[in-house]
């Protein structure tokens, strides 16, 4: 079944912000690494953020100072908070889950983000 569901995408110009958020439906989302991920047509998935579950992050080099990753055990939910989007941003994102115990990992269904020039 669906585990993880990303919602926020959108069109958005040069300069614009998004906020992604991922709903998990996992038991062990406290205990989870959460990742946001991102793949741009032609171009294989690159992680771009990651929060594991004492809050410490992790952010790709292209996005840093720009984007941050947080999460509400209280709503089992993460986000990625996108600032001054550039359109080499555009990619479909997608919500990721790893048991680091486990090693049990899901995927969401991805949300399409599109910044215009």
């Known amino acids: 079944q669906v585990q993880l569901v990303e919602s926020g995408g959108g069109l958005v110009q040069t300069g614009g912000s998004l906020r992604l958020s991922c709903a998990s439906s996992?038991?062990?989302?406290?205990?989870?690494?959460m990742g946001w991920y991102r793949q741009a047509p032609g171009k294989q998935r690159e992680l771009v953020a990651q929060?594991?579950?004492?809050?410490?992050?992790n952010y790709v080099d292209s996005v840093k100072g720009r984007f941050t990753i947080s999460r509400d055990n209280a709503k089992n939910t993460v986000y990625l908070e996108m600032t001054t989007l550039k359109p080499e941003d555009t990619a479909v994102y997608y919500c990721n889950a790893r048991n680091m115990i486990t090693d049990d990992v899901s995927w969401g269904q991805g949300t399409q983000v599109t910044v215009s020039s």
């Open positions: 929060i594991d579950f004492i809050g410490t992050k």
């Open positions: 996992r038991s062990t989302f406290r205990i989870e690494t």
